[in-house]
């Protein structure tokens, strides 16, 4: 009898491989890479296309294209600092019980990754346009309807919104790993709570904030659904660019876009996750 | 002496980043000029008036190009805190619908002594709720093969109707036909099977095939005529009579327009400069003598009727314009 020259684990190995491989490559891979030839191509359309960098020296050239990957960068930064602060807030006063309804709370910081984002987007232009509380609110006490629509506000507020869930979770995760004792032990010589937490349970967060912020910045700078509902003309970001060029027709330049996009979010999680984290990368 | 640590150097760069991108983001929400305009004056205003007006004013301005409808929708939920400073629309409807509604200011330009009472609203306190800084007849755009302008009366080949309710071309066509024929209105209605959203969709329709004849605008017909597409155009003929209407590009001034350069710009739109400029654009002059532009329909044409739309009675010529939408 012939004895075949592969182990039975072998062959299964690479069967597997072949077929994780090529699904991979199928439906995640394959678009990807499919958007990068295509910002390279001079025409996509007319199907006679050849290689070319003019999509990126238009973009990098001409205000009105770069201007919205500026704001795209602009929103993630200030979005990620108000999440680091405000997520971090609701992640500990939630997993250290340190509010009623804790659980509620710690449930309900996952409502925006269930609801649509369109749906976000909608809530808040009813919540503070012209028609909604808040500017019922403020007319109530300052005599004067403020309503926040077409603004930077409540882009923000969209923005922290959809990435919220995000820095909750991450923060929480390594909240629920640390041992309290060392803080009960700090309390027990006489630090003050603020004290404590800066120097001892601060310190033990940064894997948590680290990936936290990869998230939300990546969130932040994809974020579409609500953004479309709320942004102005003027402060449109480059997901907005991507969707104007494509249904334009523009399919070359939106791809340019999207591999800018591509790239920094993909350093940006390098940089995040492999130098300062240095090897305590939270899984 | 204590080196930061990497986490005070990291939170000292984000807390750098954020006060750089709020300014820059308040800047630019503060200073940049919003205009609302429709597609058909993309080329004009590209081209010619915003270059010029930021070499003088040294402004950021962003155009938004969508149709009338949306954008006048999109006034509405604004509130206190607009979006644009200035309008410039193909016709007055949407401006005399939202100065009823209190969207809109009342302005005077520098040159009004010399525009024509048909380049401009009714007289209100203030000023007037719009003006005309540019024209361009009405035309049937139809296919080359054709060979002439098919009497509209008799029709019998695919019609593009353009939107009503989104495009300031579909409220042209409608009152059109409501002031000369609605019968022939709804004939075309009938012939017609894609709709288009703006202008420029609307001769592009004829030049892809997409439908026969339309009712559209000279200048943009000229655009894309120039530009080799298979489009050729003349007076609207209805029942053998030929028809003159004037479709009215205006500007509206955005009551609490956030930005003060609005009026300077609504005013710069009269200057000699970009009036003389206009014709380059296939679109015409509101000041008295201006020219066709090369390749335009030669006015006044003989033997033609012209008509012209009392814009105050906004809420009357509005009515008709639901009718005209296919499955509305």
Redesign the interface.
Known sequence: MVKWPFSRTTLERTVWTILVWLLFGVFVLGPLLTVVAFSFTSSVLSGTGTFTLTWYGQLFTQPGLYGPLIRTFEVAIIVVAFQLFFGTLVAYSTVRKRVFAASALDTLSNITIAVPSVVVGLSLLAFYGPFGPFAAFTDFLFGNPVSLTWTLWILVFAHMLETFPYMVRSVGAVLLKLDEHLESAARSLGARRLHVFLTITLPQLKPGLVAGSVLVLSRSIAEFGATIIVVSAVLKTAPIAIFTQAEAGSLELASAYSVVLMVVSFVAYVVMSRWLLRGELVT | MMRPS??TI?ILV??I??A???V???R??KQ?L?LYATPALRDLLEGFVVPHFRADFSVDI?I?YVSAGEQYNRLR???????ADVFLHASPLFLEKGFAGGYFLPFTVGVDATIPATFKSENVTGGHVWYAFTWSPLVEVYHPALGGPPDLASINMTFGFPHPLLSNNGIYAVLFYENVSAAAGLRALAHTVVQPANARANILGVAEGDFAVTLGYEGVTLFYAKQGARVTFGLPILGGQDYVTPVIFSAGLVKGHPNPLASDFIDFLFRDTVQANLSRYYFRSVLPNSTAPAGGIPLPAPGAMTIDYNWSNWSALEKALPKYVIGG
Do not use: C, N, Q, Y
């Not at chain 2, 939920?77 to 979006?83: D, M, V, W, Y």
């Open positions: 990497r986490f990291v984000i807390a980043g954020v750089l991108a709020s820059d983001l308040f630019l929400e940049t919003v962003t938004v939920i604004s509130g206190a805190h607009p979006e």
